[in-house]
T-cell receptor, first 111, second 114 residues
Framework: GESVGLHLPTLSVQEGDNSIINCAYS??????FIWYKQESGKGPQFIID???NMDKRQGQRVTVLLNKTVKHLSLQIAATQPGDSAVYFC??????????WGAGTKLIIKP | DGGITQSPKYLFRKEGQNVTLSCEQN?????MYWYRQDPGQGLRLIYY???????QKGDIAEGYSVSREKKESFPLTVTSAQKNPTAFYLC?????????????FGPGTRLTVT
């Protein structure tokens, strides 16, 4: 759902470690999910997507896991780098094909 | 070079004035969207349009207006009725319907009203 009135949760990770960002979605009938990365002062950028007939999808250094039983989505970033510092949003496709945005998580990389 | 452009990047206005934010795309996308983002928060949908000459209210449409006279353009007017207009405004586009859920975003316009 939307993050109206809420401030972003923060995840701090040591450079080189793996990051896991979690997201709970609302509609058990959603069949498509996307992760976006938003750097400070910029628009969100697509990272990776997954359809509901999959439970895992891998990209370059990123993996998305989907658990439909508990309506949970996660984004794993391997060997986190300073350039990974950003806010990460999950989004699910609603019944009218519009994206329903999650609250977002701010990822901070510690040197 | 395809993409979405928003102008200007920074915009300053006095309270009580209407202001129009520009959004243009050359991706040949049917659908376009306007979002508002406040500091440290997520995206909230203001208006969206799935086809030329048609648009729908999002979750926070009050105090805003849009038009969609051309496929490439979806300008947003922030009216004086919007109580807290200072925010970061993001425009996005996508293929319509089941053709494409991924939204492509512009760089944003930061509006400050004093």
């Amino acid at each position: 759902g939307e993050s109206v009135g809420l401030h972003l949760p923060t995840l701090s990770v040591q450079e080189g470690d793996n990051s896991i960002i979690n997201c709970a979605y609302s509609n058990s009938a959603s069949d498509y999910f996307i992760w976006y990365k938003q750097e400070s002062g910029k628009g969100p950028q697509f990272i990776i997507d997954i359809r509901s007939n999959m439970d895992k999808r891998q990209g370059q250094r990123v993996t998305v896991l989907l658990n439909k039983t508990v309506k949970h989505l996660s984004l794993q970033i391997a060997a986190t780098q300073p350039g990974d510092s950003a806010v990460y949003f999950c989004a699910e496709v609603g019944s009218n094909y519009q994206l329903i945005w999650g609250a977002g998580t701010k990822l901070i990389i510690k040197p | 070079d395809g993409g979405i452009t928003q102008s200007p990047k920074y915009l300053f206005r006095k309270e009580g004035q209407n202001v129009t934010l520009s959004c243009e795309q050359n991706l040949n996308h049917d659908a376009m969207y306007w979002y508002r983002q406040d500091p440290g928060q997520g995206l909230r949908l203001i208006y969206y349009s799935q086809i030329v000459n048609d648009f729908q209210k999002g979750d926070i449409a009050e105090g805003y207006s849009v038009s969609r006279e051309k496929k490439e353009s979806f300008p947003l007017t922030v009216t004086s009725a919007q109580k807290n207009p200072t925010a970061f405004y993001l425009c996005a586009s996508s293929l319509a319907g089941q053709g494409g859920y991924e939204q492509y975003f512009g760089p944003g316009t930061r509006l400050t009203v004093t």
